[in-house]
């Protein structure tokens, strides 16, 4: 059974940083693609980023292109999320998520972490 927890919400003021964690566990992950999701109160769980744990190609949404870094630690089995410059529209609970391949659609992706909540004051 795949477990996803994440880690490493909090409040930050416009123009800080946080880095969120994605503990990874139930099987072997090298062949899968590991993402971030965001969903914000009344709007749709929205793609920010994914990995390919094998080879560590990353894609991002050009929401956050430039600002954020999806990372990966083999041993650990955890994915991370380095968020830099946030802005009050990245507030939003953060997920993390599985897929068998690289796509940027929620629907592909089979297993969910509980989330985690960001909030950026401006």
């Known amino acids: 059974q795949v477990t996803l927890v994440e880690s490493g919400g909090g409040v930050v003021q416009a123009g800080g940083s946080l880095r969120l964690s994605c503990a990874a566990s139930?099987?072997?992950?090298?062949?899968?693609?590991m993402g971030w999701f965001r969903q914000a109160p009344g709007k749709e769980r929205e793609f920010v980023a994914h990995?390919?744990?094998?080879?560590?190609?990353?894609y991002y949404a050009n929401s956050v292109k430039g600002r954020f870094t999806i990372s990966r630690d083999n041993a650990e089995n955890k994915v991370y999320l380095q968020m830099n410059s946030l802005k009050p529209e990245d507030t939003a609970v953060y997920y993390c998520?599985?897929?068998?391949?690289?796509?940027?659609?929620?629907?592909?992706?089979?297993?969910w972490g509980q989330g985690t909540q960001v909030t950026v004051s401006s």
């Open positions: 990995i390919t744990w094998s080879s560590g190609f990353t």
């Open positions: 998520a599985v897929a068998r391949y690289p796509t940027y659609s929620a629907s592909a992706y089979n297993y």
């Open positions: 139930g099987r072997t992950f090298s062949s899968y693609i």
